[in-house]
């Protein structure tokens, strides 16, 4: 397997099954389901695996490759999902052997890849989010392992891939599904139904985080590849039209050339926008930052020193415009982490970690300092009769 | 210009300084000798600009493209180097107007590239700290702007670039130089010589950090590519030699394979190795941390929740070994900086900002909450007479 392949940001798995899914091939799609102990990936980690061989997506850090391909084989060949369970718990007396342990013991769901995933692809192509529920055990039941529906945030109710109301399902399953989705986590839900137990997979697939980029200088490169790295979906906004921004930025998902004033009539602004303005040029940014303030972003990092915005606050007051306390906290200035760095990708990179923080709610401290598992436990409530 | 060569890592800056001396071209040099005000870059941050109007580096964002362009065909023409004033203090009667502002007030030598500058690169390319010293104005005495002399930190004087004493210089020089090559640093030294003031740039290129990646898992990859792009100097240390590194990891600038036992045998492991332990091995991560704690390193980033370290240091106080509070204060486990993310990018982005933060003595909050200028500016006392 190439390099490239195994280890890529993970909306760049959902786009490759996106694109297997229009072509011939019988491609096998792995998830992790459960994890115990410690392991390199959460549930929802994803792998494509395809009949060359050739696979696409990491579950393990390299431990379980082969057995990987060998189980892929043999589910292309019979069609039927299958539920296998690795246990990688560190084999210390193994010390002279191969030394494959890694931690933990992880659940994988590996299934033929079929049409049965469209709706996923297409939801997070639409940038929407969604929720996918797989059975994993259905009992004596009428459903069984692999039968698959969606949770839709704007549907409300559970829909099968070919937009259906699923009524063969619980509507019990509605309610964690639409937490799930909401952020972006996956988990098992065992209940029973009718007297049958069954096991559902539900993976919530979170639209990708928005990230607008405001500015058309050299330094929004680095920022814009670091950030595409890390699943955000960016957008690079250009003022002027100077700047020819899709050859320019080749790694933003989209460009777009406006005035400063028009920002909020091009761009859907609101809470669940994460900005940066770095466009060196002090009344682009304040014209910016003031729509920024007055859409609830999520997130506003001002590039410059402290002082500089201390200034567009004098104007606005001025001006008579103030902003509230929330507003504000949402502002950060000078922008980033600090992390000591004076070059262009470190500077990217401390920008793009504050991102990342303040998205998934995070203080950006050592996690040395803090306690628990690091890949925190989810609790979701399983519905009971 | 493609956009690849505005926005590199700083080291690719030189390494493309060092291809270009090999050649025949006439390319010029500038770089940022002082700033005021708040300003993109550094003094030190340079940009390398050939012939043909291609540029490999970023001294500002984008702002003094053309100026910086036609400047250096004028010095190509006259073949002196030249200092320029760059104004970019914003102008905000030009709300109209290009916008081209810019922040602060950044000065800029520029020159022809020579042999001159050989020994900075050759310095670079083995990993040795250096200060270049380059004189801005020579007043009447016998210096002149563009004269250039070196201080090597294991010589501990100041050399011609043929590697002669500097006798024509100021010893005085030498103590700056050396505190700015530590630390990769730059700043102007001003001082009165037999009556004559003489103004000094010294650039400190402090040789690249060491990281040292233990693993040679999948999840490897992000981390080496991160961490490259952010000017450390990657090895790779796989275990057991079934994996090609090279072709793995083309991000790394140096593989080794080794036994666990011998990692101190086969590695320089001093109090200036950053190291990620990421095996994935219990067995192998512990030979390695044990042998990291014995070597005083300045950062052990060990992947793996801290229970997984506690059964370590458990191992270890059975075998009746110990280990100095000093020594696990450079251990840092679970690793990386709590950011949230999961995918191997996001955990990698997460590993590399812990690194950049300790290695520059930076606590990782957000910029936002410390006080004063991004860039701090350094302090050099000015050898007075």
């Known amino acids: ?42 549930p929802g980690a994803k792998m494509l695996l395809d009949e060359a061989g050739e696979g696409v997506g990491a579950i393990t850090a390299g431990c379980l490759e082969d057995d990987l391909l060998a189980a892929a084989e043999s589910v292309r060949e019979h069609g ?12 210390e007396d193994d010390v002279w052997g191969l030394g494959v342990g890694c931690n933990g013991i992880i659940d994988v769901l590996l299934e033929p890849l079929t049409e049965t995933y469209r709706p996923a692809i297409e939801a997070f192509a639409d940038g929407r989010d969604v929720a996918v529920l797989t059975v994993l055990e259905g009992g004596d039941g009428p459903l069984s392992r692999g039968d ?7 549907d ?18 509605a309610a964690p599904a639409a937490s799930l989705a909401e952020r972006g986590r996956a988990d098992i839900v065992e209940l029973t139904e009718q007297g049958q137990d069954l096991e559902v997979f539900i993976d919530g697939l979170a639209a990708p985080t928005e990230l607008v980029v405001f500015g058309s200088g050299h330094d929004v490169g680095p920022v814009t590849e670091l950030a595409a790295k890390n699943d955000f979906r960016v957008t690079v906004v250009g003022f002027r039209g100077s700047v020819d921004l899709e050859e320019r930025f080749p790694d933003a998902d989209e460009t777009l050339t406006t ?95 504050e991102v990342l923080a303040v998205s998934n709610d995070r203080a950006p401290q050592h996690l040395k300092a803090r306690e628990g598992h690091i890949h925190d436990r989810i609790t979701v409530d399983s519905p009971t009769q």
């Open 148 to 154: 698959r529906v969606y949770y839709h945030p704007e």
């Open 259 to 353: 005035s400063p004033a028009a920002v909020d009539d091009d761009l859907t602004l609101d809470e669940r926008t994460y900005a940066v303005v770095m466009t060196h040029n002090f009344i682009d940014d304040r014209l910016t930052v003031e729509q920024l303030l007055d859409s609830s972003a999520a997130y506003i990092g001002l590039m410059g020193p402290h002082d500089r915005f201390e200034k567009m606050l004098t104007e606005f007051d001025e001006e008579g415009r103030t902003f509230d306390e929330e507003a504000l906290s949402s502002l950060y200035t000078p922008i980033g982490l600090d992390l000591g760095g004076g070059s262009p990708y470190q500077i990217a990179h401390s920008i793009v970690a």
């Open 156 to 173: 409300g109710e559970l829909t099968t891939p070919d937009g259906e109301p699923a009524t063969a399902w619980p509507e019990t399953l």
């Open 80 to 91: 039927q999902p299958e539920l296998l369970t690795y246990d990688l718990m560190d084999d």
């Open 1 to 42: 397997m190439t390099r490239n392949n195994w280890s890529v940001p993970e909306t760049e798995v959902l786009q490759r099954v996106h694109e297997r899914l229009e072509g011939d091939g019988a491609d096998v799609l792995a998830t992790i389901v459960d994890v115990e102990g410690n392991a390199y990936r959460r």
